[in-house]
């Protein structure tokens, strides 16, 4: 069987599933509305959740864009300046340990109700697993492949480019792995807080209005492009760097 | 004579014995009856334990509600939204909520019912600093307005701007979740929507700010009550709902005539929690707005704000109002 068919099988059964759940506990709307429901709001509605995926979409790419940068940069900085390591990660894991949720208010109050705050509030979700895969694949290079580099007389920028960021390649891929699944989260948990546009904005209003089908429906949309992020990102990868050890296995 | 002293002795003593038996046991019988005889209810609040809640607060500390047999469990929740799914799904029994909010739920064909008011006025208004830009509604055109999503910011900011010629699409929504305050005082944003009259205007003050609040219900917006009782329509104990809003009635009472003994004794049922400079003073701004007579049902006043929120679109299907009202 293909691969790609196989999370479409998953998808089909999970919505039998949820349609069978409803019809047979007879669900009333408001607690748990049915797959056909909530298709039905997404036809309604498709023009208000196009234009709010859209804000959505665009504060999570380029948060990932520039927490992916961000997150590079931080592990070559301490892979290279080994001198500021403790420097930095002291403030680092602080910025993991908060929870967005506490820190979403205040970045909104620094950052205002607009974009930014949001983009702020997805880099800070991915950054830090970028940076760690980055900083593990950058340090754990085969110790012989870089003697004989520098044998060759290789200088620290040739053993970068030619041998140690080849080398951590692979496991930065499972970072950005990571970072797109956790990407969505940033951005709406930003909307969540302070928005005035974004998918996250559109569930808050539909559940003050208690329009349950309609707050699935932004939801469902969510999952949607978290789902295809992953797989675009995931396929990218395995193209990008056919070295890496899931690829080979197949 | 001895063995005549000895029999009285024991016949006395016996007696005492059975006296003391027979008294304690039918005391037990009467604990086990009043036990019995306690009715449980679950109250979930709409935000966690604050003034608004008093009447509740007092009723539960002065022993109201025992006295009319009832054991009510209060429960508080993280999400406003919360406590009528809950209500709803039968999951608990009497829930805190707003009256616009029971018009949208009840339209939307969720099974709730208005049961008792608990403060009879809107709380909520326009917020905006006195020294800031805005002197009037007129002033709003172009501007931005931080508020909390409840579901009819728009029929309310077409009706406030109306006399001045724009809508709710000439301003600029952000939801600024809870950040009513801070939004406002750190001038992200030029005005707030859902900060209460009792609360947040004392907290501006508190941060050495003055607010100037436009009133809804003085600027053509339909009064309501801001915070109600609402139960399943479907399924309710209609006498233990009379009940419970009876022992409303009495902490109400007891608040209006004893403002700072019941301040002292609300801010003692979590000093750690209520014992602060904004809840002192959002007490004493709340006294005036809880209403004297819960049980008393408008059907009028509910059906002209039911109306008012159908001509602005707000509701999906029409709605009567004595069909979400509870009748005793």
């Keep these: 069987m293909k691969d790609s068919i196989k999370p479409f099988i998953v998808l089909s059964g999970l919505l039998i599933l949820w349609h069978a759940l409803v019809v047979a506990f007879a669900m009333p709307a408001y607690i748990l509305p049915g797959p056909l429901e909530v298709a039905n709001s997404m036809v ?3 023009s208000l959740l196009w234009e709010h995926t859209l804000v959505t979409l665009s504060e999570m790419l380029l ?17 290279y300046f080994t001198a500021l390591r403790p420097w930095l990660l002291p403030p680092l894991l602080i910025t993991q340990a908060i929870p967005v949720f506490a820190l979403a208010p205040i970045l909104m109050l620094w950052f205002g109700y607009g974009l930014t705050s949001k983009v702020v509030m997805t880099i800070l979700v991915i950054f830090f697993p970028v940076a760690t895969c980055c900083y593990d694949g950058l340090r754990h290079t085969h110790q012989g492949w870089l003697d004989m580099a520098q044998t060759m007389g290789g200088n620290r920028f040739a053993i970068l480019r030619h041998i140690r960021w080849p080398a951590a390649l692979p496991a930065l891929a499972s970072g950005l792995r990571v970072a797109v699944v956790v990407a969505p989260i940033g951005a709406v948990v930003g909307e969540w807080v302070g928005s005035s546009a974004g998918l996250g904005y559109l569930m808050l209003q539909a559940n003050a209005r208690l329009w349950v089908d309609q707050m699935f429906a932004a939801l469902t949309v969510l999952a949607f492009c978290s789902v295809t992020l992953y797989y675009t990102t995931d396929r990218l990868l395995r193209r990008l760097i056919p070295w890496q050890p899931e690829t080979s296995q197949e | 004579m001895k063995k005549l002293i000895q029999y009285t002795v024991l016949w006395a003593m016996t007696l005492m014995l059975s006296f003391s038996l027979h008294a304690s046991t039918s005391s037990r019988a009467s604990d086990t009856e009043s036990a019995k005889a306690l009715k449980e209810l679950t109250l979930m609040l709409e935000w966690f334990v604050n ?8 009723a539960r500390e002065n022993g109201y509600f025992e006295d009319l047999g009832l054991k009510v469990n209060i429960q508080e929740p993280a999400d406003p939204n919360l406590p009528p799914k809950l209500v709803a799904a039968e999951q608990v029994d009497l829930a805190v909520y707003y009256q616009p909010s029971l018009t949208h739920a009840v339209a939307n064909g969720l099974p709730l019912i208005w ?13 905006v600093l006195e020294d800031g830009p805005i002197k009037s509604l007129n002033d709003m055109k172009g501007k931005t307005i931080g508020l909390n999503i ?7 900011l077409n009706t406030l701007f109306a006399p001045y010629g724009f809508g709710a699409g ?8 809870w950040n009513l305050s801070s939004s406002l005082m750190s001038g992200r944003v030029d005005a707030i929507m859902g900060a209460y009259r009792n609360f947040e205007l004392n907290q501006l003050a508190i941060e050495g700010h003055k607010g100037r609040m436009f009133y809804y219900e003085e600027n053509n917006i339909p009064p309501y009550d801001e915070l109600i009782f609402i139960a399943n329509s479907k399924k309710h104990d209609k006498d233990a ?4 809003l009876r022992a409303i009635e009495l902490g109400t009472q007891y608040i209006v005539n004893n403002p700072e003994k019941s301040w002292a004794i609300f801010r003692d049922y979590s000093p750690k929690k209520l014992d602060n400079e904004l809840n002192r003073r959002a007490w004493f701004a709340t006294i005036s707005r809880f209403d004297l007579r819960p049980a008393a049902k408008d059907t009028g006043r509910y059906q002209a704000f039911a109306d008012y929120l159908q001509e602005h679109g707000e509701l999906e299907e029409t709605v009567n109002a004595v069909d979400f009202m509870i009748t005793f």
Excluded: M, Q, S, Y
């Excluded at chain 2, 409840?150 to 309310?156: L, P, S």
């Design chain 1, 44 to 46: 309604e509605h498709a």
């Design chain 1, 63 to 79: 948060g990932l864009l520039l927490g992916v940068l961000l997150g590079i940069i931080l592990a070559l900085i301490l892979v």
């Design chain 2, 51 to 58: 003034p608004d809640h008093g009447p509740i607060i007092i």
């Design chain 2, 115 to 127: 049961a008792g008011t608990l403060v009879g006025t809107p709380l909520d208004g326009l917020l």
């Design chain 2, 150 to 156: 409840g579901g009819i910011e728009n029929a309310f």
């Design chain 2, 170 to 177: 000439d301003v600029k929504l952000v939801n600024v979740g």
């Design chain 2, 241 to 244: 709902i009379r009940r419970f």
